[in-house]
């Protein structure tokens, strides 16, 4: 990261902390505070897809488990949530690592096929789920209610703990920053990744697998590693979200939300440091807009992303990169000898 990216990053992250104290309206707060989700997931996503070139589509599945874990950890076990957050990261690299496992003589749009099967998988897995929770059938034997919620979803497992803390008009503040301190984490550990001999390996695999195995670097260990590495934060930010509205259900395996975050990952732009961030912002801005004309809303995003992969096809980050080597040029050729 350069002087000027540090600066960026600095600025950025001083507006989204002042940004709550200018009192928003709570809607928009609450908005803000699912672009910093979203942001996470596609940031980490970024780290398979675009680093390593891994054509994945786990990333919602394991958004979704994080999700469930903690839902489930928090009702049955009756954990604090911020003890369930890790165990379900933690839960996600497993079942990561066996998706990695089942992907590795697949390439392209097998891997794809393979991931989105998984997904699909869990979602049949949790919508027909006819086993019965055990708390409820202490409480009341004649009613049986499906362990993981089945189709009507899963409530009642707690949550950040912010409104004993904050109060009852200020907890959502709580949950901003518990949301925006994730993202901070995402994108540190995405830049050191980035950075890292490791990152060079995956850049290597992606862009001449054969070169790159000539010269030692294991396809099959990298895939692995980098399959469990992005799983951690994208569970917790699973957690997370579970946290914030209390509820979970089927709708986070759906195919809309799917398609939303990967046009996030295409029109931010793929494999750079700032596309997860510029992508989630844009994107979000767009749906807010086009939610005033509901009859046109997947329409209008869908030309948005149009847009972008035709003039823009290295995304918006790569578009400001052009045009700074562009102003640089110029001024190199034009500025007083």
């Known amino acids: 990261m350069k002087y000027r990216d540090f600066i960026i990053f600095g600025v950025l992250i001083a507006i989204a902390i002042a940004y709550p104290w200018l009192n928003p309206p709570r809607y928009l707060l609450a908005t803000a505070l699912i672009l910093y989700c979203y942001a996470t997931v596609v940031s980490q996503w970024n780290l398979v897809f675009g680093l390593a070139g891994i054509f994945s589509l786990a990333q919602v599945a394991i958004f979704a488990f994080g999700a469930y874990s903690t839902a489930l950890l928090g009702r049955y076990l009756e954990w604090s949530l911020w003890y369930a957050f890790p165990v379900a990261g933690i839960g996600g690299i497993l079942l990561s690592v066996l998706i990695g496992l089942a992907c590795l003589r697949l390439r392209g749009i097998y891997v794809a096929l393979l991931t989105l099967a998984v997904s699909q998988m869990l979602f049949v897995l949790i919508q027909t789920d006819s086993v019965c929770s055990p708390l409820n059938q202490i409480k009341d034997p004649r009613n049986c209610v499906a362990f993981t919620g089945g189709s009507q979803g899963l409530g009642e497992f707690g949550s950040f703990g912010w409104r004993a803390v904050l109060g009852g008009r200020n907890w959502m503040i709580g949950d901003y920053y518990s949301m925006l301190t994730l993202l901070v984490i995402g994108l540190i550990v995405t830049y050191l990744i980035t950075k890292s001999r490791m990152g ?110 035709i003039l823009l096809p290295q995304g918006f980050a790569g578009g400001i990169e052009k045009v700074h080597k562009l102003v640089c040029k110029l001024y190199r050729n034009w500025r007083p000898a």
């Open 200 to 309: 060079l390996a995956f850049r290597a695999l992606r862009d001449n697998e054969e070169l790159a195995r000539s010269r030692g670097i294991s396809q099959y260990k990298y895939q692995l590693l980098v399959f469990a590495l992005s799983a951690f934060l994208t569970s917790v930010a699973g957690g997370f979200y579970a946290a914030h509205f209390g509820s979970v259900g089927t709708n986070l395996f759906a195919f809309p939300l799917l398609l939303f975050l990967i046009s996030m990952l295409v029109v931010g732009g793929i494999g750079r440091l700032w596309g997860p961030l510029l992508g989630a912002a844009l994107l979000m801005a767009a749906d807010e807009v086009f939610k005033e004309f509901s009859d046109w809303r997947n329409i209008g995003l869908g030309v948005v992303v149009l847009l972008f992969m």
